[in-house]
C-alpha cells in the first residue's frame, strides 16, 4: 500500500528497556521526521533526515537515536526508556524541509511504566 | 528558534456557525504558514496553507489569513459541519525549521 506506516501503533515497555519505533514511506520522499505529541505541547520534532544516512537533531532530541540506511525507512530508538517519554510518535515524510506539506502516518502510542 | 502560539485551545459551536482559531508566531523570517486537522486515533492532515507573499486564501469552507506586520495568521471555518470536529494545528517555518502551535480542539455541535 501507498503511503507511510508505522509501527507497533501501541507498545508498553518498562523503564530502561530499548524500544525501537519503525517508520516506512513510498513515496521515495527525501525528507523524513520524527515528532512527538504531548497534551499542551502540540508536535514537537525530535529528529528529521535529509537523505539516507544524513540525519539531524530537532527540538528535543535527547534520549532518542535514529538512523536511515534506506530512503524509505527511519527508525527511532529509544535507548533506555524514562517515563517522561511516554507519548505518542509521530512519523512524517516530505518533498522539502520546512516549507512543503508533510505527509504523517497513524501514529504510535508508547507507555512507559 | 521559531515560538508559535495557538488560541483557543478548544472551541465548541453550533453546526452551521463559523469558526475562528488563532496563531501568533515570533520569527519575521517565518515564511510558510500550514494548518493541519488531526481526526482522532489518525495523524495529522494538512488541510490549507499560505505563504507569505499571499494575505488570504480560500479552499471552499475554509480560509487561513495572514498578517505578517502583526504576525499572526488565523484559521477561517465558515458553516461547521460535525465532521470538522477535530484537533487543528497550525504552524510556521522558515527554511530550515518548522514549529507547531499546542493545537485547538474543535467541536461541532449537531
Known amino acids: 500500500d501507498a503511503g507511510i506506516t508505522q509501527s507497533p501503533r501501541y507498545k508498553i515497555t518498562e523503564t530502561g528497556r530499548q524500544v525501537t519505533l519503525m517508520c516506512h514511506q513510498t513515496w521515495s520522499h527525501s525528507y523524513m521526521f520524527w515528532y512527538r505529541q504531548d497534551l499542551g505541547h502540540g508536535l514537537r520534532l525530535i529528529y528529521y533526515s535529509a537523505a539516507a544516512d544524513i540525519t539531524d537533531k530537532g527540538e528535543v532530541p535527547d534520549g532518542y537515536v535514529v538512523s536511515r540506511s534506506k530512503t524509505e525507512n527511519f527508525p527511532l530508538t529509544l535507548e533506555s526508556a524514562t517515563r517522561s517519554q511516554t507519548s505518542v510518535y509521530f512519523c512524517?515524510?516530505?518533498?522539502?524541509?520546512?516549507?512543503?506539506?508533510?505527509?504523517f502516518g497513524p501514529g504510535t502510542r508508547l507507555t512507559v511504566t | 528558534g521559531e515560538n508559535v502560539e495557538q488560541h483557543p485551545s478548544t472551541l465548541s459551536v453550533q453546526e452551521g456557525d463559523s469558526a475562528v482559531i488563532k496563531c501568533t508566531y515570533s520569527?519575521?523570517?517565518?515564511?510558510?504558514f500550514p494548518w493541519y486537522k488531526q481526526e482522532l486515533g489518525k495523524g495529522p492532515q494538512l488541510i490549507i496553507d499560505i505563504r507569505s507573499n499571499v494575505g488570504e486564501k480560500k479552499d471552499q469552507r475554509i480560509a487561513v489569513t495572514l498578517n505578517k506586520t502583526a504576525k499572526h495568521f488565523s484559521l477561517h471555518i465558515t458553516e461547521t459541519q460535525p465532521e470538522d470536529s477535530a484537533v487543528y494545528f497550525c504552524a510556521a517555518s522558515m527554511d530550515n525549521d518548522m514549529r507547531f502551535g499546542a493545537g485547538t480542539r474543535l467541536t461541532v455541535k449537531p
Open positions: 512524517a515524510s516530505s518533498r522539502g524541509l520546512a516549507a512543503y506539506e508533510q505527509y
Open positions: 520569527d519575521s523570517a517565518s515564511n510558510y
